[in-house]
Protein backbone atom coordinates (compact mmCIF):
# COMPACT_ATOMS: atom_id res chain seq x y z
CA UNK A 1 0.00 0.00 0.00
CA UNK A 2 1.67 3.25 -1.20
CA UNK A 3 1.38 6.48 1.08
CA UNK A 4 1.58 10.21 -0.20
CA UNK A 5 1.26 13.36 1.55
CA UNK A 6 -1.77 15.76 1.86
CA UNK A 7 -1.51 19.04 2.98
CA UNK A 8 -4.92 20.48 4.29
CA UNK A 9 -5.97 24.16 4.97
CA UNK A 10 -9.80 23.19 5.58
CA UNK A 11 -12.59 21.22 5.50
CA UNK A 12 -10.04 17.51 5.22
CA UNK A 13 -9.03 18.67 8.93
CA UNK A 14 -12.32 18.14 9.89
CA UNK A 15 -13.37 14.76 11.70
CA UNK A 16 -16.44 13.71 10.74
CA UNK A 17 -15.04 14.47 7.21
CA UNK A 18 -12.17 12.26 7.66
CA UNK A 19 -14.84 9.75 8.58
CA UNK A 20 -17.13 9.60 5.82
CA UNK A 21 -13.96 9.92 2.96
CA UNK A 22 -11.39 7.95 4.63
CA UNK A 23 -13.12 5.27 7.33
CA UNK A 24 -10.39 6.96 9.78
CA UNK A 25 -9.34 9.80 11.76
CA UNK A 26 -6.05 11.13 10.17
CA UNK A 27 -3.14 12.33 12.28
CA UNK A 28 -0.98 15.12 11.04
CA UNK A 29 1.57 17.48 11.27
CA UNK A 30 1.68 21.62 11.18
CA UNK A 31 2.82 22.83 8.32
CA UNK A 32 2.52 25.90 5.59
CA UNK A 33 2.18 26.85 2.24
CA UNK A 34 4.23 29.61 0.62
CA UNK A 35 2.79 32.10 -1.89
CA UNK A 36 -0.93 31.62 -1.76
CA UNK A 37 -3.95 33.36 -0.33
CA UNK A 38 -6.87 31.86 1.31
CA UNK A 39 -10.38 32.95 0.06
CA UNK A 40 -13.64 31.12 0.36
CA UNK A 41 -15.88 29.27 -2.39
CA UNK A 42 -19.77 28.38 -2.22
CA UNK A 43 -20.18 24.95 -1.93
CA UNK A 44 -23.46 23.58 -3.83
CA UNK A 45 -23.47 19.98 -3.73
CA UNK A 46 -25.71 18.51 -0.82
CA UNK A 47 -23.01 15.41 -0.20
CA UNK A 48 -20.81 17.69 0.77
CA UNK A 49 -22.52 19.98 2.61
CA UNK A 50 -24.14 17.07 4.68
CA UNK A 51 -20.08 16.10 5.42
CA UNK A 52 -18.59 19.31 6.28
CA UNK A 53 -21.81 20.42 7.87
CA UNK A 54 -20.93 24.35 5.68
CA UNK A 55 -22.17 25.76 3.02
CA UNK A 56 -18.71 27.68 2.40
CA UNK A 57 -14.93 25.80 2.10
CA UNK A 58 -11.79 27.73 2.16
CA UNK A 59 -9.99 27.64 -1.00
CA UNK A 60 -6.69 28.86 -2.05
CA UNK A 61 -5.22 30.69 -5.04
CA UNK A 62 -1.07 31.27 -5.99
CA UNK A 63 -0.18 35.26 -5.38
CA UNK A 64 0.90 37.11 -8.50
CA UNK A 65 4.19 38.44 -6.28
CA UNK A 66 4.78 35.03 -4.79
CA UNK A 67 3.81 36.28 -1.27
CA UNK A 68 1.07 34.78 1.12
CA UNK A 69 1.45 31.65 3.24
CA UNK A 70 -1.35 29.21 4.29
CA UNK A 71 -1.25 27.57 7.41
CA UNK A 72 -2.76 23.96 7.41
CA UNK A 73 -2.00 20.25 8.52
CA UNK A 74 0.08 17.47 6.23
CA UNK A 75 -1.27 14.31 6.40
CA UNK A 76 -0.32 10.53 5.55
CA UNK A 77 -2.53 9.05 3.33
CA UNK A 78 -3.21 6.57 1.06
CA UNK A 79 -3.73 6.39 -2.83
CA UNK A 80 -7.49 5.08 -2.19
CA UNK A 81 -7.60 7.75 0.29
CA UNK A 82 -6.35 10.35 -1.98
CA UNK A 83 -8.61 9.04 -4.89
CA UNK A 84 -11.52 9.15 -1.99
CA UNK A 85 -10.53 12.85 -1.42
CA UNK A 86 -10.30 13.89 -4.95
CA UNK A 87 -13.89 12.43 -5.23
CA UNK A 88 -15.28 14.42 -2.40
CA UNK A 89 -13.59 18.03 -3.17
CA UNK A 90 -16.33 19.70 -5.72
CA UNK A 91 -15.44 20.97 -9.00
CA UNK A 92 -13.70 24.08 -8.32
CA UNK A 93 -10.37 22.82 -6.90
CA UNK A 94 -8.08 20.62 -8.34
CA UNK A 95 -5.11 18.86 -7.15
CA UNK A 96 -1.46 19.63 -7.52
CA UNK A 97 1.98 18.86 -6.20
CA UNK A 98 3.94 21.91 -4.10
CA UNK A 99 6.65 21.82 -1.80
CA UNK A 100 6.14 23.19 2.19
CA UNK A 101 7.39 25.45 3.93
CA UNK A 102 8.83 22.31 5.90
CA UNK A 103 10.65 21.19 2.79
CA UNK A 104 8.11 18.42 2.70
CA UNK A 105 6.06 17.72 -1.20
CA UNK A 106 2.38 16.63 -0.92
CA UNK A 107 -0.34 17.30 -2.77
CA UNK A 108 -2.81 20.14 -2.19
CA UNK A 109 -6.41 21.16 -3.85
CA UNK A 110 -5.88 24.95 -4.91
CA UNK A 111 -8.76 26.65 -7.04
CA UNK A 112 -9.33 26.18 -10.41
CA UNK A 113 -7.69 28.47 -12.97
Do not use: C, K
Not at 32 to 52: C, F, H, K, Q, W
Amino acid sequence: MTEVLLFSYGTLQDPQVQGANFGRRLDGLADALGGYERTMVEITDPNVIAESGLTHHPIVRPTTDGSGRIEGVVFRVTDAELHAADDYEVDDYHRIRVTLESGLDAWVYVARS
